[in-house]
Every structure is written in C-alpha cells, then in structure tokens.
C-alpha cells in the first residue's frame, strides 16, 4: 500500500506546485499566500508519504484530497484534478490493501512450507 499512496502523493506534490503557479496569475490572490498554502501542502504531501502505515495516515490523506478539490476555488480546473487524484487515492488504498493483504499469505504459505520441509 505504501508504494501505491506515496506514489500518488508524489504526483499531488507536483500538481499542487502547477496549480500554485496557475493561481500567481489571479490578481486576488497575493503571490505570498499563494506560496505558504501551496508549500504547505506540498510539504504535506512529501510528509504523508511516510505517514501512509501509521495510524491516521489514510484519513490525512482523504483530508488532503478534499483540500484539492477545494482548491478549485481558486484554480477551477483544481476541481477535476481534485476528483481525479481521490479516485487514485481510492485505489492505492483500496488495491495496496488486496496487495499487502496477498504478500501476507504467499510470506506465510512460504513459511508453513519451509518448515514442512
């Protein structure tokens, strides 16, 4: 599962660095908040990725996907990136789960058998 989320939250960073330089051209905004929020969050998504197994990592996550979508606020082609990187969100939990899940069986089928022999 780990591979999975750090690799979408990898492709966040990048996203939200984009849409940071996407929201320095709207003339409401001051470069400086622009910046801060959007460091932040870039930071955040770095962070998370070695956050994912521990407990509350997955449901920061989840809040860093609704944060997304709510950046279309201010970047409205931030809404459809949002629901796009939540749905991958989505399966790297959903898919790293059914993964770590099968390499527990295959460790332990591979350990009944090593002290069969």
Known sequence: ???LCSSTLI?????????????????????STVWLVSG?????????????????????GWALQIALIASGVFVPVMYFMGVVFAALWWASVHFGRKVDEAKARFAAQAGSSADAA
Request: glycine share 14%.
């Open 40 to 60: 932040i969050a870039m930071v955040l998504c770095v962070l998370l990725c070695g956050m994912v197994t521990r407990p509350g990592g997955i449901a920061l």
């Open 1 to 3: 599962m780990r591979t």
């Open 11 to 31: 492709g966040e960073f990048f996203v939200i660095g984009f849409a940071g330089l996407v929201a320095m051209k709207d003339p409401s905004l001051s470069v």
